[in-house]
């Protein structure tokens, strides 16, 4: 794993992968300053509304893979946590639910932003919860996570200084995102979901070749390291939390979530915007062989006869979390090697434009334009251009910080996102299933959540100094607890919206339903859903 592996063709790779994204940025900076419109704002946050279903479906695969994703799904192949691909596939069912349900009204209803809609079934107060929320999880966690999982790259894989690698990914990244907008990163991002996936598709082939083939891992691995399944008792991923609590998580990542959803509302109809949802689906079959499987090749050569591969230990357990760039560097030829690497810094920089973006879109449509409702499109433009600089400035800053945070504290603050995404997930599907929900209902449903899952989260802090009577409510499975707080929240919701008198939905549907976009028949999209479905029921049967 040694960075000096890297010669003269993979920095010329690396060298090029960075030339040709500055070269595409430029491009299309330029193109988007001779073709401005009237709407500026519209054409900066969200691509002017003519994106095609390619380069959506794209962008929401490459926004979604980032860096210490790739690591991590990799290091769970290695550990036998192969249950952590369900995920994956899952995430499939959540772009459909996206596609078909609520595609048709976040586009008709021409919103911006999620707040934006929340706003327009429940109220100002919805929307105020929602805006804070994502932005201080998105700074607190995704922006610094994802900074520091490219300094790691760049020091582990290159050995390059660790802030100079920082520094060089977000400089980057910030530049294209402040002046291009979202069009800028969805095309980059694009580019970077080839690159990702070249890269990853030549580290499984090399290294079922250097082990001998898939019937190989299959003798060197015991029958639970190849299936997508384990016990209820499982602590885990019991397959009760895979079927019912991890959806909970995706419909508000992939359903709810100003991360992800931007793209969708940048489609330039309804038409495109579900084939693109139904095109990245299809893309998250992928991580399971190209991420997953690696993985379990790197155990494999781990514990083969006479293998050299072995992983390196850190306070005395095995670190399979280098299984990527173990791989990387043992296995692959010169190029192939510096295209991995490129992978892997394509990979957090999709995800750090794509935060940058969605944070920027949000603080200037659902809290500046707030303030200002009088601002011009240009002066819009001007302050989410000035709020990503901003973030770019609040990212590097928060650096220093995560040296206080050792001790899992760090992965804690991202649980939180496991905590708060129930409540949302719930207030958004009653409220588009249910007219009798009211937004009193979804306000206690919100709070009663926020309390909830922050009382769980102080309590693993405090795990060690917990009285007995405690301890059960931090023991729960992390999928469970999701579940558990998604049916209370649900039932808060229900309870005080039926103990008070209906809203009136007429209102709500005119805000809701304020534009007319007609779809075209939908014949290719139905075959392409079902055929999605029979595909991942082979995966479950086969990888029982």
Same mark, same amino acid.
């Given at each position: ?39 500026a ?7 002017g ?34 249950p952590a ?42 929307r ?79 290294g ?55 793209r ?18 299809? /893309?998250?079959?992928?991580? #399971?062989?190209?991420? @997953? &499987?690696? $993985? +379990? *090749? =790197?155990?494999?050569? !781990?514990v ?26 043992? /296995?692959?030829?010169?190029? #192939?090697?510096?295209? @991995? &690497?490129? $992978? +892997? *810094? =394509?990979?957090?920089? !999709? ?11 949000l603080?200037?449509i ?9 601002t ?6 001007k ?8 973030l770019? *400035? ?24 496991s905590y ?47 009285p ?9 499975n ?21 103990s ?44 029982s």
């Amino acid at each position: 794993m040694n960075h000096q592996q890297l010669n003269f063709l993979d920095h010329a790779v690396l060298i090029g992968y960075f030339a040709l994204i500055l070269v595409v940025s430029l491009y299309l900076i330029i193109k988007e300053k001779k073709t401005s419109t009237a709407n500026a704002s519209s054409d900066y946050f969200l691509g002017g509304k003519n994106l095609s279903w390619f380069v959506i479906g794209a962008s929401l695969f490459a926004s979604n893979i980032g860096s210490e994703h790739l690591v991590g799904l990799a290091g769970a192949g290695a550990a036998g946590d192969f249950p952590a691909a369900q995920f994956e596939i899952l995430a499939a069912f959540m772009l459909l639910l996206l596609g078909w349900l609520f595609v048709p009204l976040y586009l008709r209803s021409g919103v911006f932003t999620m707040p934006q809609f929340l706003e327009r079934r429940y109220g100002p107060w919805a929307r105020n919860y929602l805006t804070w929320v994502s932005i201080l999880g998105y700074v607190i966690t995704k922006i610094a996570l994802t900074i520091t999982a490219g300094g790691i790259i760049f020091t582990t894989l290159m050995g390059i200084d660790f802030w100079t690698g920082a520094i060089i990914v977000v400089v980057a990244t910030g530049v294209y995102t402040i002046f291009g907008g979202l069009k800028v990163v969805v095309y980059t991002d694009m580019i970077q979901m080839f690159i990702l996936l070249g890269g990853s598709i030549a580290l499984s082939f090399y290294g079922l070749d250097a082990l001998g083939g898939w019937s190989e891992v299959e003798k060197l691995t015991a029958p639970n390291y190849t299936s997508l399944w384990r016990p209820l008792s499982d602590p885990d991923f019991p397959w009760t939390g895979i079927l019912f609590g991890a959806p909970i998580l995706g419909v508000w990542y992939w359903c709810t979530d100003q991360f992800i959803v931007q793209r969708v509302l940048a489609a330039r109809n309804i038409d495109q915007a579900r084939k693109g949802t139904i095109f990245a689906a299809y /893309l998250k079959m992928l991580p #399971l062989f190209i991420f @997953v &499987v690696p $993985g +379990l *090749i =790197a155990y494999a050569l !781990s514990v083969q006869a006479g293998s050299n591969f072995s992983f390196p230990l850190e306070n005395g357990e095995v670190l399979y979390d280098a299984a990527l760039p173990m791989l990387t560097m043992q /296995l692959l030829p010169a190029g #192939l090697r510096g295209l @991995v &690497v490129a $992978g +892997l *810094i =394509a990979a957090l920089m !999709s995800s750090l434009s794509s935060v940058f973006n969605s944070c920027s879109t949000l603080f200037t449509i659902d809290v500046y334009q707030r303030l200002k409702p009088e601002t011009s499109e240009k002066q819009l433009v001007k302050v989410g251009r000035i709020a990503t600089g901003i973030l770019v *400035i609040l990212g590097l800053a928060w650096i220093p910080l995560l040296d206080l945070l050792e001790g899992g504290l760090f992965q804690k603050l991202q649980s939180i996102q496991s905590y708060i995404s129930p409540p949302i997930a719930s207030v958004f599907l009653l409220g588009v299933f249910s007219k009798r929900i009211t937004a009193k209902g979804a306000k206690y449903a919100l709070l009663s959540g926020a309390v909830l899952g922050a009382t769980r989260l102080i309590l693993e802090l405090n795990k060690t100094i917990l009285p007995t009577s405690l301890s059960w409510y931090v023991d729960i499975n992390f999928l469970h607890f999701a579940l558990l707080l998604f049916l209370i929240c649900t039932l808060v919701l229900v309870v005080v919206s039926i103990s008070e008198s209906a809203p009136n939905f007429e209102k709500i549907k005119s805000l809701l339903y304020s534009r007319n976009n007609s779809e075209p028949k939908q014949g290719t999209n139905i075959l392409l859903s079902i055929g999605l479905f029979m595909v991942i029921g082979v995966l479950w049967i086969v990888f029982s």
